[in-house]
């Protein structure tokens, strides 16, 4: 990965909230490259914000949201959170959660794995929680995933096929071009049956 590419992803990852605001000053002070790549306006303009300040967020991402590519790192994402439920890479609550969140922001081709995420899903505990809960009511409330898993799985495996095929493909922030054939949207429009299939 090249420089340019490396510092879109940290701007990608702080405009996300995907890393605090103290982690994004810490690696600011390290990567000179931004000069070099932005110029020294915008680095000096990045070095110039008051990082304490309450409302720095939104500074911040004004500043940052021309510089970063949304349509390459959000589709990026959604097909690593497709990969990750299919070959259970990572747990699948937080994964369903974050999709969720995107299903919210605009992306309606994920209508299936967030409404199967909000709609019971959403009161499983987290993996990385477990210690947090009395062991066999942990493994009672994870047990309710074995009877949802597959449909979550077939579902993921149809979305990542429009994606490597280029039916699918996210075009900015929150937005997508889909070139699906009208059948084959089935989450918009037959999502009763797809929940009881």
Known sequence: MNSKTNIQKQFY???KGLIS?????EWLYRAQDIEIVYGEDFYFDLLDLDYRKKHIKNDLDRLLEPKIPFDEFEQKKIIALLENIIYEKE????NLEQLYDDYCSGYSFLRYLGLSYITGIDGIPKLKHEGEWDENEFKSKREILSNVKSKIIKEAVRLLHFFQNGLIQIVE??????YRKEEEKIELTRIEKMFNE
């Open 13 to 15: 990852k702080i405009y």
């Open 173 to 178: 922030e929150n937005e997508y071009r889909d």
């Open 21 to 25: 605001i103290s982690e994004f000053e």
């Open 91 to 94: 747990d699948i609550v937080e």
